[in-house]
């Protein structure tokens, strides 16, 4: 079974910065699309930012400008920046690993264990 280490979140003031930061086995990372994903309380969980293999990346509208997901191979570390945080980012934020459009495709997705992130003064 495939483990996704999650770390990073807390308690931060609206406008502060948090670094979150996830690390998978180099058999998936260096091929699946990492993502993050979030859930606030009563909410469905929604997309944030996805970085695929080659450093592709696709972001939430409403994080754009503000968040910034990178990956590092050397460390199988994906990497979510996020800066200008709002009272509205505060959810429980979960790492993913996706083999949609790779030679895995149909194979599980991967999920972390969620980090929580509050914004609040």
């Known amino acids: 079974q495939e483990q996704l280490v999650e770390s990073g979140g807390g308690l931060v003031q609206p406008g502060g910065s948090l670094r979150l930061s996830c690390t998978a086995s180099?058999?998936?990372?260096?091929?699946?699309?990492m993502g993050w994903y979030r859930q606030a309380p009563g909410k469905q969980r929604e997309l944030v930012a996805t970085?695929?293999?080659?450093?592709?990346?696709n972001y939430a509208d409403s994080v754009k400008g503000r968040f910034t997901i990178s990956r590092d191979n050397s460390r199988n570390t994906v990497y979510l920046q996020m800066n200008s945080l709002k009272p509205e980012d505060t959810a429980v934020y979960y790492c993913?690993?996706?083999?949609?459009?790779?030679?895995?495709?149909?194979?599980?997705?991967?999920w972390g264990q969620g980090t929580q992130v509050t914004v609040s003064s």
């Open positions: 180099r058999n998936i990372f260096l091929i699946y699309t």
């Open positions: 970085i695929a293999s080659r450093d592709a990346t």
């Open positions: 993913n690993a996706d083999p949609k459009d790779t030679p895995f495709e149909g194979g599980p997705n991967y």
